[in-house]
């Protein structure tokens, strides 16, 4: 079983940046596929960001080159730095975790964008 803990959502103005962080509890962390996803009020939850296993990257087009997915394998820990933030990306924040036959969900993280 993983518990995944995200942090470091909050209110910013438009062209702002804030850096989210998910931290992972148990073990193999390294083995998961890691991705943000986020969810705005009456939308659907959409993929933001992936990082495989392998640290290969995805980004929705929506948040190419504001947006960086890393993560740091020996902390257990996924982060998504957000730069150029646009009120259009306020929403709930996820992180998930998925491997071959398992999948875990964080709580989420509200990432307001406005002035």
């Known amino acids: 079983q993983v518990q995944l803990v995200e942090s470091g959502g909050g209110l910013v103005q438009p062209g702002g940046s804030l850096r989210l962080s998910c931290a992972a509890s148990?073990?193999?962390?390294?083995?998961?596929?890691m991705g943000w996803y986020r969810q705005a009020p009456g939308k659907q939850r959409e993929l933001v960001a992936l990082?495989?296993?392998?640290?290969?990257?995805n980004y929705a087009d929506s948040v190419k080159g504001r947006f960086t997915i890393s993560r740091d394998n020996a902390k257990s820990t996924v982060y998504l730095q957000m730069n150029s933030l646009k009120p259009e990306d306020t929403a709930v924040y996820y992180c998930?975790?998925?491997?071959?036959?398992?999948?875990?969900w964080g709580q989420g993280t509200q990432v307001t964008v406005s002035s």
């Open positions: 998930r975790a998925e491997g071959r036959l398992v999948d875990y």
């Open positions: 148990g073990r193999l962390f390294s083995i998961y596929d």
């Open positions: 990082i495989t296993s392998s640290s290969s990257v």
